[in-house]
């Protein structure tokens, strides 16, 4: 029957076509159009021209790639760990894992003010253990900013990593003892090599999040560290540019439909 | 793959490291919530429950807190009426164009929520709903739709079809399918979804901050707040969020291990 079950995506169709799909689609009329005149690049023009804009990506993209590696180094090890537990303890850590995906990121990034602060935790104990006489400044910098997505990032690449992880047969990794391989052989030669494209996919999700970040600059960067989505944030909301906030803005979204393109492909062959 | 012992000590150090730094930010917020004094100091000086106090005598607070929980009602249940129904339409139907409907129903997770926020700015001034309940609603319904959409997908594609085909042979129409055959089977799959996307409305604060005009909700308060100054009666909120994200997920987690579905839907 042609058409079958039409019916029942049709409302939600409307909807989205006409809350998401068309303010899309004026957005990227508003990056590409001018009234009067039709197709534009002048915006962009304007974009190239302005230092500022430039060197907050630069500073956005430079940020995600560290956030991204902190990710891959601390979540790595971590969801092979997991795939070492026990049943009971296995399900401990994934509960531990996945509370704080769900929670608020707001709750999230405002507990690193908590724990890094002048009067935090860290810092209490650093000054405890006589490392540091002062307060190291954590907060309203880079480096915060930085901990704190890597924070709110790791069970987006966990989750998926550990998903993967436990799907490598042991008997694959019995063979190559059996063969005589030394445990550091079957672990770059047969263990890491089926984990890659798992490990891939989750960078490159987590580095396409970190590109659109929000919340967690604009709190732990106290203003100081402008990311893409702050600058929207002004262009918006405090000297109202629309067009060069909407030129900006379809630029994040053609970056991260393509590297989500990459995601998928990685992401398929992960999971065959 | 063993290896000695000391790589194995230096994984478990690694892992252990990993759950710390994941958890321990929401462990040292609890603590805090409960301080007697105003700065952040941690170990906390002394026990109160001056912040509880300040957020439950807060009228502007309490205002947030019935406009979040309207708002996440509403949403909710728009998003899971239309995206379990448009979850079941892509499932069991063959139509042109059912991929795209669908990359275009998940697209919501993918596309940075910031783009998302000023997209609906800009149209939303543009027909002038800037700063209305609607826009508000609407809004978070089409971010939740996606998760409702994932854990639906899911359970309708493990419902076995032939049991709908019985009901259609015996005279039942589409409609009396779902309602009596489809919904009963597929409760558990149902609560969770709605869970999701009431957690999803209740915390949204990117695109809230952006349309929601006079409107407060928590997060968008809690945020607006944290930008100006560090004030202790957040720490009283996150424990409240806290508290309100292990109750909805041990309720998921407790319904959907009854069915065998949990670890499909988790992870």
Known sequence: MRGKGLGFIAPLLVLMVVAFNLPILYMLGLAFWEKGRGFTLEHY??????????????????????????????????????????????????????????????????AWIVVLGNGGLVNSALQALGLTDGPIQFLYNEVGVTIGMANVLLPFLVLPLFAAMIRIDDRLLQAAA???????????????????PALAA?????????????????????????????????????????EQASAISTILLIVTLLIFAAYRRLDRKASA | MTGSPWSRRLLAAAGVFGLVFLTVPI??????????????????????????????????????????????????????????????????????????????????????TIIVAIALYLGLARIGLLGSWLGLVVAHTVLNVPLVMM???????????????????????????????????????????????FIGSFDEVIVTSFIAGKYETVPKKMFNELILEVNPTITAVATLLIALTVLALAAVSLILARTGRLQKTLV
Request: aromatic share 12%.
């Open chain 2, 151 to 197: 854990v639906l997908g899911v359970a309708i594609r493990e419902f076995d079809l032939r049991i709908e085909q019985v009901a259609w042979s015996l005279g039942a129409s589409w409609g009396h399918t779902i309602v009596k055959v489809v919904l009963p089977n597929l409760a558990p799959s149902v609560f969770a979804a709605w869970i999701f996307a």
């Open chain 1, 45 to 110: 023009r304007d974009l190239a021209d302005t230092p500022v804009y430039l060197r907050v990506l630069g500073n956005t993209m430079r940020i995600s790639l560290i956030a991204t590696l902190a990710n891959v180094a601390i979540g790595y090890p971590l969801a092979h760990w997991m795939r070492g537990l026990s049943h009971r303890a296995r399900l401990v850590a994934i509960s531990l894992v996945v509370l704080p995906f769900w929670l608020s990121i707001l709750v999230r990034t405002y």
């Open chain 2, 27 to 112: 462990v040292i917020v609890i603590p805090m919530s409960f301080s007697s004094a105003r700065a952040l100091t941690f170990p906390p000086p002394g026990f109160s429950l001056r912040w509880y106090q300040a957020f439950f005598g807060d009228p502007r607070w309490m205002e947030a807190m019935a406009t979040s929980t309207i708002v996440a009602v509403v949403s909710s249940l728009l998003a899971l009426v239309l995206g379990g129904l448009a979850a079941y339409g892509l499932r069991r139907g063959s139509f042109r164009g059912r991929d795209l409907a669908e990359g275009n129903f998940m697209a919501p997770l993918i596309v940075p």
């Open chain 1, 178 to 196: 059996s063969l005589g391989a030394p445990p550091r052989t079957i672990f770059w030669k047969v263990y890491f090599p089926l984990t890659l």
């Open chain 1, 202 to 242: 989750g960078a490159l999700l987590v580095f396409i999040l970190c590109l659109g970040f929000y919340v967690t600059p604009a709190i732990l960067g106290g203003g100081r560290v402008p990311m893409i989505s702050n600058l929207l944030d002004t262009l918006i909301n405090q000297i109202p540019r629309w």
